[in-house]
C-alpha cells in the first residue's frame, strides 16, 4: 500500500499539479494581503511629474 502511494506521489503530472496549487495559493494570498488597488485607489508614483 505504501509503495503505491510513494508511486503516485512521484508522477510527474502529480508533482506538477501540486506544485501549481502551491504557488497559486501564494500568488492569490499575497494578493488577498495588499489588496487589488487600481491606480486611481492608492498612492500613484507618476502624480508627481
Known sequence: MLQKIKGFLNQEKVRWTSRFI????????L???YGF?????GSYIYNDF
Open 37 to 41: 488597488n487600481d491606480a486611481s485607489a
Open 22 to 29: 502551491y504557488y497559486l495559493l501564494i500568488l492569490l494570498l
Open 31 to 33: 494578493f488577498f494581503m
